[in-house]
């Protein structure tokens, strides 16, 4: 069973800064790429950011300059630091992962993690 699980969440002001963590946990192979999605109130979920196993990186318009994802292979783990936040950025956030459970057999699954709330507000 392979499990991401997200933290890091919560409530900050507008222009503050939050970091998500997302940590893998199991039994497989290989995690390629790793995203962060968010999914706010009556709205469709949402790329935010993702990032490659060699470490590239794209991010949706709305938070290039003021988020950035990274990744430690060695823990497979993915954070997202934001800063400047604003109230349109309130959201639950989710991690999210293809995973090569194993490779003879190859077995592949999209993971994603449980969510983690962020609220901007005042």
């Known amino acids: 069973q392979v499990q991401l699980v997200e933290s890091g969440g919560g409530l900050v002001q507008p222009g503050g800064s939050l970091r998500l963590s997302c940590a893998a946990s199991?039994?497989?192979?290989?995690?390629?790429?790793m995203g962060w999605y968010r999914q706010a109130p009556g709205k469709q979920r949402e790329l935010v950011a993702i990032?490659?196993?060699?470490?590239?990186?794209n991010y949706a318009d709305s938070v290039k300059g003021r988020f950035t994802i990274s990744r430690d292979n060695a823990k497979n783990t993915v954070y997202l630091q934001m800063n400047s936040l604003k109230p349109e950025d309130t959201a639950v956030y989710y991690c999210?992962?293809?995973?090569?459970?194993?490779?003879?057999?190859?077995?592949?699954?999209?993971?994603w993690g449980q969510g983690t709330l962020v609220t901007v507000s005042s």
């Open positions: 999210n992962a293809p995973v090569v459970v194993t490779l003879t057999p190859f077995k592949n699954l999209e993971v």
């Open positions: 199991g039994s497989f192979f290989k995690i390629n790429a």
């Open positions: 990032i490659s196993s060699a470490g590239s990186t």
